[in-house]
């Protein structure tokens, strides 16, 4: 075993020797830490063997760095010595524990179907209340500058009053998407751990600029795979809309080049759906940009090619629910305006934890096909 202490919080870690020259996050304070080599580490088993009991072919550290606790192996019961009580004979050993176990978390065990399970990951005080804030405060927001904004037209001085508020509500409302981003990917990095309800992060609640770090490798990743399919739309837009408004020229001069560019924006359109999960999915789990080597995707999906496939049937089946359900709430229901939006927003925000959890765990269960320790 490698036994070394965090060099941001002093968390002290042990992991087989297996994991030596890899990276991983400390289960303390979740900061980036690289295990020490043999040589510069003092064991504490210096006469073990390494751990035999690891899973093959992890893609960062040890189980016991991520709060999931070592699988114990069944041992047997000790033959009986002469002159030894049976009742020590019959006491198995206790199992080795260090500063890392002591603070995993139980394995939750799968009570329910895993396509209802699935759904309710975000079913949790942790979960719920992310989406309660997330989709709350901008809302209460968005009434106060309403109230204002009528208060303001019978007594005009309470505009600055508006402004101030308006400005407030905005850069809340950066602060909490950015913090959304973040939790969506501590979703997808806990889903692919084993977990199975939302994590709970608020006493290990970040800093600004892991928190905008995580956001900058998230939208670079978004523009590799969204910004061609968006500019292409607005330009093949614009040129219809020039089309419309050009005299003498007849119309269908401009058909085959409107159904050109519709033909090319379906293209690209499936180009951002089929490859952007897998590049997001190792984005995440990398936590680097590397995650999008061009190599590396594909050869993911090659691996995995018909779970792959089927997870994006799941993703597109859940957010054309998504859709329907916040256009019943916005146009059917009998609920206010504010509240219509309340709900559509919790809609949006739950799916996308949903679609987290997926990611997650179809890393969890198709580590050994991505082969990204390689």
Same mark, same amino acid.
């Given at each position: 075993?490698?036994?070394?202490?965090?060099?941001?919080?002093?968390?002290?870690?042990?992991?087989?020797?297996?994991?030596?020259?890899?990276?991983?996050?400390?289960?303390?304070?979740?900061?980036?830490?690289?295990?020490?080599?043999?040589?510069?580490?003092?064991?504490?088993?210096?006469?073990?063997?390494?751990?035999?009991?690891?899973?093959?072919?992890?893609?960062?550290?040890?189980?016991?760095?991520?709060?999931?606790?070592?699988?114990?192996?069944?041992?047997?019961?000790?033959?009986?010595?002469?002159?030894?009580?049976?009742?020590?004979?019959?006491?198995?050993?206790?199992?080795?524990?260090?500063?890392?176990?002591?603070?995993?978390?139980?394995?939750?065990?799968?009570?329910?179907?895993?396509?209802?399970?699935?759904?309710?990951?975000?079913?949790?005080?942790?979960?719920?209340?992310?989406?309660?804030?997330?989709?709350?405060?901008?809302?209460?927001?968005?009434?106060?500058?309403?109230?204002?904004?009528?208060?303001?037209?019978?007594?005009?001085?309470?505009?600055?009053?508006?402004?101030?508020?308006?400005?407030?509500?905005?850069?809340?409302?950066?602060?909490?998407?950015?913090?959304?981003?973040?939790?969506?990917?501590?979703?997808?990095?806990?889903?692919?751990?084993?977990?199975?309800?939302?994590?709970?992060?608020?006493?290990?609640?970040?800093?600004?600029?892991?928190?905008?770090?995580?956001?900058?490798?998230? +939208? =670079?990743?978004?523009?590799?795979?969204?910004?061609? *399919?968006? &500019?292409?739309? #607005?330009? !093949? @837009?614009?040129?219809? %809309?020039?089309?419309?408004?050009?005299?003498?020229?007849?119309?269908?001069?401009?058909?085959?080049?409107?159904?050109?560019?519709?033909?090319?924006?379906?293209?690209?359109?499936?180009?951002?759906?089929?490859?952007?999960?897998?590049?997001?999915?190792?984005?995440?789990?990398?936590?680097?940009?590397?995650?999008?080597?061009?190599?590396?995707?594909?050869?993911?999906?090659?691996?995995?090619?018909?779970?792959?496939?089927?997870?994006? +049937? =799941?993703?597109?089946?859940?957010?054309?629910?998504? *859709?329907? &359900?916040?256009? #019943?709430? !916005? @146009?059917?229901?009998? %609920?206010?305006?504010?509240?219509?939006?309340?709900?559509?927003?919790?809609?949006?925000?739950?799916?996308?934890?949903?679609?987290?959890?997926?990611?997650?765990?179809?890393?969890?269960?198709?580590?050994?096909?991505?082969?990204?320790?390689?």
């Amino acid at each position: 075993m490698i036994r070394f202490a965090c060099s941001n919080c002093g968390q002290r870690i042990s992991v087989s020797d297996r994991c030596a020259g890899r990276q991983g996050r400390c289960p303390s304070c979740k900061k980036t830490v690289l295990v020490p080599n043999l040589n510069d580490s003092v064991s504490a088993d210096a006469g073990r063997s390494p751990d035999s009991t690891a899973a093959p072919g992890a893609a960062f550290l040890d189980e016991a760095i991520f709060d999931i606790p070592p699988k114990q192996q069944p041992s047997r019961p000790p033959t009986p010595q002469p002159g030894v009580p049976n009742e020590t004979l019959q006491q198995p050993p206790k199992p080795e524990t260090d500063v890392m176990t002591a603070h995993a978390e139980p394995v939750v065990e799968r009570r329910l179907p895993w396509f209802v399970d699935i759904f309710l990951y975000p079913a949790n005080a942790s979960g719920l209340t992310i989406i309660g804030i997330v989709a709350g405060i901008p809302l209460l927001f968005a009434g106060l500058v309403w109230i204002l904004g009528m208060v303001t037209a019978v007594f005009p001085p309470m505009f600055a009053g508006l402004v101030i508020v308006a400005v407030i509500g905005f850069i809340v409302r950066i602060v909490l998407y950015l913090y959304l981003c973040w939790y969506l990917c501590e979703c997808i990095r806990h889903s692919a751990q084993g977990g199975r309800r939302a994590p709970q992060t608020m006493p290990q609640t970040p800093d600004i600029g892991e928190i905008l770090l995580q956001f900058f490798t998230v +939208l =670079v990743c978004l523009i590799v795979f969204w910004g061609p *399919v968006v &500019l292409w739309y #607005f330009r !093949t @837009l614009c040129r219809f %809309l020039a089309s419309l408004f050009t005299r003498g020229a007849p119309t269908a001069v401009f058909q085959p080049a409107i159904a050109a560019n519709l033909v090319i924006t379906v293209l690209l359109l499936a180009y951002a759906i089929f490859f952007f999960p897998m590049a997001l999915l190792a984005v995440v789990m990398f936590d680097s940009l590397s995650g999008l080597n061009p190599v590396l995707i594909v050869q993911s999906i090659y691996g995995t090619f018909r779970r792959y496939c089927g997870m994006l +049937l =799941v993703f597109c089946l859940l957010w054309a629910l998504a *859709v329907q &359900l916040s256009h #019943f709430a !916005t @146009l059917y229901s009998l %609920l206010s305006p504010l509240a219509a939006v309340f709900l559509s927003g919790c809609i949006g925000i739950y799916t996308l934890m949903v679609q987290a959890h997926i990611l997650g765990r179809f890393y969890c269960k198709n580590e050994q096909a991505l082969y990204w320790d390689a």
